[in-house]
C-alpha cells in the first residue's frame, strides 16, 4: 500500500480535525455573543433560532427544498417543460413487465413481504431462544456483526456463497454444495434463476432478500431482546406454574406483550424493504429481473440521464412509503401522549 | 460456548433419570444445539469469505472455501499483499477517514445545538417542526438527489474537478459532508432531543440562579451527561457513513481521488468481475474499521439503536 499518501494530505487532515469542529464552535461561541449584546427582551426570541438555525438551513436544504423539486421535476422534461404524466406513463405503462412494473413488484410485494417477514422471524425466534441460555452476549455478537460492515461487503460475502459451477464439478459455493451434496440436486444459478417462471422469478429474489435479511437480522433481535427482556419474570412464572407449555407461554404472554415492538421493528423493516439499493446494486444490477425501485431511479438518473423518469420513480417510492411514514407518526404521537 | 454450560430452567426439580427428568435434559440439549446451529450458520457467510481470502487463486477456482480444513497448507497472504499493490485501496482508505469524520462530527454537533433548542428553549412552532423532523426520517433519501445534484453541478459548479482544481484541501468532499450532514440530522435531533428532555430541570434552574450563560449550560452541564447518547450516535453515524455507498456514488463518484472504500469496492467487483480472488481480501479490508468500532464500542452502538432508529 502506498502510506505517501497519509503523508502528502496531511493539511487534509488538519482541515478535518480541527478545521470542521472549530467552525462549529467558532459559529455557536460567536452567535452567543452577538446574542448577548441584543436588548434584553428580543434575546429569547433570537437565542432559539441561532442554536436550531444551522439544522433547519441543512434539513431544508437537503431534504425537505429537493423532495419538493423533485415532485415538480416528475412532470417536467429534462428541458424543463411541462409534460404532464407522461413520466408517470412512460414508467407505468406496459403492465405487467414494462416500465418500472417488475421494480414495483419486486419492491412492494417480494421485498415488502419477505424481508420483513423473515426479519421479524428469525429475530424473534433468536431473541427468544438466546434469552435461555448463559452465552447469550456472545452468540447475539456474531448474530449482530453483519450490521457492522458495509452492504458492498454483504454482496460479495454472498456472491461467494451464491457462486456457481456447472454440474459435475466440484462447487466452491456455499450453498450449491449443500444442494448438490444434501439434495442431490442440480446446481442453481441462486441470482439467476427465474423460478418458478420468467415474469414470476421469487427465487433469485430470495436469493438476494436472504443476504439482505442475514445482514438485518442482528438489528430486529437487538431490539426484540430487550423488549423481552422488559417482560416481568413472574408473569412468565405464573403462566408455567399454571401448567402452560413454553409455546403456550409464548404464544399466549410473550408474544402480546412484545406486539408494539414487533409493530415498531416492522414497520422501519417495511422501510428498509422499500428503500432497498445496495444488494441488488452489488449482487445482480438489477438484471434478471431483480430490479428494484431505488436502483432504477438510480439507473435512468446515471445511464439514462432522463431526470423526469428518474423524479417519477423516486415520487413513486414516495407513495409506497407515506402510508408507512403516516403510521410511524401516528405512533410516535401516540408515544408522545403517554409521556 | 459450550454445551455445560446450561441454563437455569423453571421446572428443575423433577428426580435424577425420571422420564420427567430425562425429557427437560433433552429439552435442554436441543436448545443449545438449536442456538449454537443457527448461530454458526450466521457466521458461516463471513467465515467463507474470510477463509477464500487465505487461499490461493487457483484453489479458489477449483474447490470450496471449506477445503481449506483438510489441507491448511495453502495459506498465503497473497491475496492481500496483491489487492493492496495494484488498486487505489490506501488511497480509499484515507478518503472514507475524509469523509466519515468530518460526515459524524457535522450532524452530531449541530443536532446537538439544535436538540437543545428543542429540548429547553421556547419558540414558536417548535413542536411542530419537530414532528416535522421525525417525518422526515422515513422519507427515501433518492427523492433528494436530483435536485442537490442539479443545483450543485449548474449552480454552485461544485463537481469533483472543479473542486479539486481549487487545491484546498478537503474542499472536493464538502457537498458529500454537509449532505450527510442534513440527512443524519432528523435522526440525530431526534435521539438526543430525547436524552436531553429527561434531564431534570432543576440543573438547569439551578445553573440559571447561578448566573450560568446558555454556553456555559450546554458545553458544562448537558454536554457532559449525554455522553452515553452522544457516543451512541457518533457511533451509529460513524458506521453509517463509513458503510455508505449509495450517497458516496451519487455526489462524488468514482474517481479514486476522492471515492471511499466501499465505492472503490464496488468498482472493483464490476471491474475485475464477480469471483475474482482479490475481491475476498479487498472485502475484508473494508470491514477493518467497522469491526473494530463495532466490536470495542457494541454496548453503545445497541443502545443507539435501541433509542428508536427508523433511520435508513
Known amino acids: 500500500m502506498d502510506f505517501s499518501v497519509l503523508l502528502q494530505d496531511i493539511p487534509t487532515l488538519l482541515v478535518v480535525i480541527i478545521g470542521v469542529p472549530a467552525i462549529l464552535a467558532a459559529y455557536i461561541i460567536g452567535g452567543e455573543y452577538l446574542v448577548r449584546r441584543l436588548p434584553d427582551k428580543n434575546r429569547p426570541q433570537v437565542r432559539p433560532w441561532l442554536w436550531v438555525g444551522p439544522a433547519l438551513f441543512l434539513v431544508a436544504a437537503y431534504l425537505l427544498l429537493p423532495a419538493i423539486f423533485t415532485i415538480k421535476q416528475s412532470f417536467e422534461n429534462n428541458a424543463g417543460d411541462w409534460v404532464g404524466f407522461n413520466n408517470f406513463a412512460n414508467q407505468l405503462g406496459d403492465f405487467p413487465n414494462g416500465g418500472a412494473w417488475i421494480a414495483i413488484r419486486n419492491n412492494v410485494i417480494f421485498w415488502l413481504i419477505f424481508y420483513t417477514l423473515f426479519t421479524l422471524v428469525f429475530g424473534l425466534a433468536l431473541a427468544v431462544l438466546f434469552d435461555r441460555v448463559r452465552y447469550e452476549q456472545v452468540v447475539k455478537s456474531l448474530i449482530f456483526m453483519p450490521m457492522a460492515i458495509s452492504s458492498v461487503a454483504l454482496g460479495l460475502i454472498w456472491d461467494f456463497m451464491y457462486q456457481y459451477q456447472p454440474p459435475g464439478q466440484a462447487q466452491t459455493g456455499t450453498m450449491n454444495a449443500l444442494v448438490t451434496t444434501f439434495l442431490h440436486h442440480d446446481p442453481v444459478t441462486w441470482l439467476q434463476d427465474q423460478w418458478p417462471a420468467e415474469g414470476f422469478n421469487v427465487l433469485n429474489n430470495l436469493a438476494l432478500i436472504g443476504a439482505a435479511t442475514w445482514g438485518i437480522t442482528g438489528f430486529a433481535m437487538v431490539i426484540l431482546s430487550a423488549a423481552l427482556k422488559g417482560i416481568p419474570g413472574e408473569l412468565l412464572e405464573a403462566a408455567r406454574v399454571d401448567g402452560a407449555g413454553e409455546l403456550t407461554v409464548f404464544r399466549r404472554v410473550i408474544l402480546p406483550l412484545m406486539m408494539p415492538t414487533v409493530v415498531v421493528v416492522g414497520t422501519t423493516l417495511v422501510i428498509f424493504a422499500l428503500k432497498a439499493f445496495d444488494v441488488v446494486y452489488v449482487m445482480t444490477s438489477g438484471g434478471y429481473n431483480t430490479d428494484v425501485l431505488a436502483f432504477r431511479m438510480y439507473k435512468l438518473l446515471y445511464s439514462s440521464y432522463n431526470l423526469g423518469g428518474a423524479s417519477s420513480v423516486a415520487i413513486i417510492l414516495l407513495i409506497a412509503v407515506v402510508p408507512v411514514l403516516i403510521f410511524n407518526l401516528r405512533q410516535f404521537r401516540a408515544v408522545e401522549a403517554r409521556r | ?312
Open chain 2, 1 to 312: 460456548m459450550t454445551i455445560a454450560a446450561a441454563a437455569p430452567t423453571a421446572a428443575n426439580t423433577a428426580a435424577r433419570f425420571s422420564p420427567r427428568w430425562l425429557a427437560d435434559q433433552l429439552q435442554r440439549y436441543i436448545l443449545h444445539i438449536v442456538v449454537i446451529g443457527l448461530t454458526v450458520a450466521w457466521v458461516v457467510p463471513t467465515l467463507g469469505l474470510l477463509v477464500s481470502s487465505i487461499r490461493p487463486f487457483s484453489a479458489q477456482a477449483t474447490s470450496g472455501w471449506w477445503t481449506f480444513f483438510s489441507n491448511p497448507t495453502t495459506f498465503t497472504l497473497s491475496n492481500y499483499t496483491d489487492v493492496l499493490s495494484q488498486s487505489n485501496l490506501g488511497q480509499a482508505f484515507f478518503n472514507s477517514f475524509m469523509i466519515a469524520v468530518p460526515a459524524t462530527v457535522l450532524p452530531v454537533t449541530i443536532g446537538a445545538f439544535a436538540a437543545y433548542a428543542f429540548s429547553w428553549m421556547r419558540f414558536p412552532a417548535r413542536n411542530a417542526i419537530f414532528l416535522a423532523l421525525v417525518g422526515l426520517l422515513a422519507v427515501p433519501l433518492q427523492l433528494t438527489f436530483i435536485p442537490i445534484l442539479t443545483f450543485y453541478v449548474q449552480n454552485l459548479h461544485w463537481t469533483t474537478d472543479n473542486l479539486t482544481a481549487t487545491g484546498i484541501p478537503g474542499l472536493p468532499w464538502v457537498p458529500l459532508w454537509l449532505a450527510h450532514a442534513g440527512y443524519g440530522l432528523p435522526f440525530s435531533i431526534y435521539l438526543l432531543a430525547n436524552f436531553f428532555r429527561a434531564l431534570p430541570s432543576d440543573l438547569f434552574e439551578s445553573a440559571e440562579i447561578d448566573g450560568a450563560g446558555t454556553l456555559t449550560v450546554f458545553f458544562r452541564i448537558v454536554m457532559p451527561l449525554s455522553v452515553p447518547a452522544i457516543a451512541s450516535l457518533v457511533i451509529f453515524q460513524f458506521l453509517w457513513v463509513w458503510n455508505d455507498l449509495l450517497v458516496a456514488l451519487i455526489y462524488v463518484g468514482g474517481a479514486p481521488e476522492v471515492a471511499p472504500l466501499t465505492v472503490n469496492l464496488a468498482n472493483l467487483t464490476n471491474s475485475l468481475g464477480q469471483g475474482s480472488n482479490l475481491l475476498t481480501s479487498a472485502a475484508f479490508f473494508s470491514m477493518i474499521v467497522p469491526l473494530i468500532v463495532f466490536l470495542s464500542l457494541q454496548r453503545y452502538f445497541v443502545r443507539g439503536i435501541l433509542a428508536g432508529s427508523v433511520k435508513g
